[in-house]
């Protein structure tokens, strides 16, 4: 078993809905040799620098999640993907230690899975930012303001996605407008959703 990690000791000490599921999940890829570390404020487990499982929890389930899990085989059909938007990153959820425990031969295997892939330096093939459909509403406007479509397109493709994505979001035309409205200038200043 790999060492713990005090920083993730010290997160779980404060985790109050899915303690004793994250200490089983730990326990469980801990046995796997990998190195544990804290990352976006969760235990994060990685292989040689490389991120692989990363332990969460949500209102409704708990979860170990493949940073790759797109890549593996799945033989069991347990992984999940979050959203349509995830492109590769997998879910097997839980809501009881006893599913985890239940689970345990499982969990193991594919976490060996994901080992080989990442051993193998294989690579999930992420869609393209042009790949993603621009909402008629923004089309409108970067057609609109020639200025807006140059800042635009002169963003990082991961910013240029999270607009895309958050734009499309709504089903009402007029609250997508206002998303718009309200992101102009975020985009004229070259910066992204969240900067």
């Known amino acids: 078993m790999t060492s713990k990690n005090p920083k993730v000791d010290s997160v779980l000490r404060h985790e109050q809905h ?33 991120n692989i499982v990363l332990i969460h929890g949500f209102k409704e389930y708990c979860a170990l999640l493949f940073f790759k899990g797109a890549l593996l085989k799945d033989a069991k059909g347990i992984l999940i993907q979050q959203t349509e938007n995830v492109q590769a990153a997998r879910q097997i959820r839980f809501t009881n230690v006893r599913e985890i425990v239940t689970m345990k031969p499982t969990l193991k295997a594919y976490i060996q899975e994901a080992i080989e892939v990442e051993k193998a330096g294989r690579k999930v093939k ?61 985009i004229f200043k070259g910066k992204g959703l969240n900067d």
């Open 18 to 50: 899915w303690r004793d599921e994250f200490e089983t999940l730990r326990s469980i890829v801990l046995d796997c040799q990998l190195t544990e570390e804290l990352k976006w404020y969760q235990p994060c487990y990685t292989f040689q620098n490389k």
């Open 126 to 186: 992420l869609k393209k930012t042009a790949d993603f459909k621009i909402p008629d509403e923004f089309q409108t406007k970067l057609d609109e303001i020639p200025a807006l479509k140059t800042a635009f397109r002169a963003l990082t493709p991961g910013r240029q996605k999270g607009y895309i994505l958050h734009f499309s979001q709504p089903k009402q035309s007029k609250t997508r407008q206002a998303r718009i409205e309200r992101c102009m200038q975020q």
